[in-house]
């Protein structure tokens, strides 16, 4: 089941203001804006191999139409936070996927048997539960010397309600043997960037995971 992604899509502007947990520890180069790229690109409609330049309608498209690896990159079983007993868990990653704008993460959360348990909206995102998103997953650059959290931002025309809309899927509400397709997006990696590492809380690290880079 996929769940939905709570950014604003379509042809109005997404401002990203917040790239929430970027460290940048070898360049002193803020990462692109999506927006901004996407708004100031003229791409060439016969072009092929050019890297997307991303919109709300096609951050969309990449996290709900993106081809998924057949077969996982890599799984690793853990447990989630709960406000009682730790709730055993499966993730597969199934996509890391590198643009000039930004990069796609895809994984996959299953549970161990078939007690459908509730998840603690906590279990992504331990310090801000009540968004009720995953934005507390990290992606690991080791190239560039980074730790990467998915773009946060708020809709041009609405700059002063609420906390910062997440690029990245809803927390999910509950755990089967079929799995939950979960998706985020990050800043771009550095152009030299082979593999990266998912850190989750609560699993152990999920290391050397190939990057697929757009349109190659």
Same mark, same amino acid.
Request: negative net charge.
């Given at each position: 089941?996929?769940?939905?992604?709570?950014? *604003?899509?379509?042809?109005?502007?997404? /401002?990203?203001?917040?790239?929430?947990?970027?460290? $940048?520890?070898?360049?002193? +180069?803020?990462?692109?804006?999506?927006?901004?790229?996407?708004?100031?690109?003229?791409?060439?409609?016969?072009?092929?191999?050019?890297?997307?330049?991303?919109?709300? /309608?096609?951050? =969309?498209?990449?996290?709900?139409?993106?081809?998924?690896?057949?077969?996982?990159? $890599?799984?690793?079983?853990? =447990?989630?936070?709960? +406000?009682?007993?730790?709730?055993?868990?499966?993730?597969?990653?199934?996509?890391? &996927?590198?643009? /000039?704008?930004?990069?796609?993460?895809?994984?996959?959360?299953?549970?161990?048997? +078939?007690?459908?348990?509730?998840?603690?909206?906590?279990?992504?995102?331990?310090?801000?539960?009540?968004?009720? +998103?995953? &934005? #507390?997953?990290?992606?690991?650059?080791?190239?560039?010397?980074? &730790?990467?959290?998915?773009? *946060? #931002?708020?809709?041009?025309?609405?700059?002063? *309600?609420?906390?910062?809309?997440?690029?990245?899927?809803? =927390?999910?509400?509950?755990?089967?043997?079929?799995?939950?397709?979960?998706? =985020?997006?990050?800043?771009?990696?550095?152009?030299?960037?082979?593999?990266?590492?998912?850190?989750?809380?609560?699993?152990?690290?999920?290391?050397?995971?190939? *990057?697929? &880079?757009?349109?190659?």
């Amino acid at each position: 089941m996929k769940t939905p992604v709570r950014f *604003v899509v379509g042809t109005a502007a997404f /401002a990203v203001v917040v790239l929430a947990g970027l460290a $940048a520890c070898s360049s002193d +180069d803020p990462a692109p804006d999506p927006a901004t790229s996407a708004a100031s690109s003229d791409p060439d409609p016969t072009a092929t191999d050019a890297d997307p330049a991303w919109t709300g /309608a096609s951050l =969309a498209t990449a996290l709900f139409d993106a081809p998924i690896a057949a077969a996982p990159l $890599a799984t690793v079983t853990g =447990a989630l936070a709960s +406000d009682t007993t730790p709730i055993p868990a499966t993730i597969e990653v199934t996509q890391v &996927r590198a643009s /000039a704008d930004s990069t796609l993460v895809t994984f996959t959360l299953k549970n161990v048997d +078939d007690s459908d348990p509730t998840v603690n909206p906590k279990a992504f995102n331990a310090d801000q539960p009540g968004t009720f +998103d995953i &934005r #507390g997953i990290t992606l690991i650059d080791a190239v560039a010397k980074q &730790r990467l959290q998915p773009y *946060v #931002g708020r809709p041009v025309d609405d700059l002063e *309600v609420g906390l910062p809309l997440c690029a990245c899927s809803d =927390a999910p509400l509950q755990m089967s043997t079929e799995g939950q397709l979960l998706s =985020a997006i990050f800043p771009p990696l550095d152009e030299g960037t082979k593999t990266v590492t998912l850190e989750l809380v609560g699993f152990p690290l999920l290391e050397d995971l190939p *990057v697929s &880079r757009a349109g190659k």
